[in-house]
């Protein structure tokens, strides 16, 4: 079973960057479809980020310019980097891994961390 990890949250402030990791177990990292979601008080998780297991890279609309989605497979991890981060991207954020293997879907969350963007 796959583990995700995530650090790298915290409190900075508006117009400041952080930058998230999500470190996975297993042998088989690279066939799974790493994405970022995010969790606000009061609302519904949402996607956030998706790369795929060849490197392509869909951002929702809220986040494209200011974040970016990268992932190292020699290292089983995958990463957000946020910049120009404002109140409203506060929340805590989630790493996500898929994959479809004869038709079933395999999805893993990981624990999640917190970043707060406040004065």
């Known amino acids: 079973q796959v583990q995700l990890v995530e650090s790298g949250g915290g409190l900075v402030q508006p117009g400041g960057s952080l930058r998230l990791s999500c470190a996975a177990s297993?042998?088989?990292?690279?066939?799974?479809?790493m994405s970022w979601y995010r969790q606000a008080p009061g609302k519904q998780r949402e996607l956030v980020a998706t790369?795929?297991?060849?490197?392509?890279?869909n951002y929702v609309d809220f986040v494209k310019g200011r974040f970016s989605i990268s992932r190292d497979n020699a290292k089983n991890t995958v990463y957000l980097q946020m910049n120009s981060l404002n109140p409203e991207d506060t929340a805590i954020y989630y790493c996500?891994?898929?994959?479809?293997?004869?038709?079933?879907?395999?999805?893993?969350w990981g624990q999640g961390t917190q970043v707060t963007v406040s004065s």
């Open positions: 297993g042998s088989i990292f690279s066939m799974y479809v």
């Open positions: 790369i795929t297991s060849g490197g392509s890279t």
């Open positions: 996500h891994a898929r994959r479809g293997v004869l038709g079933n879907l395999y999805n893993y």
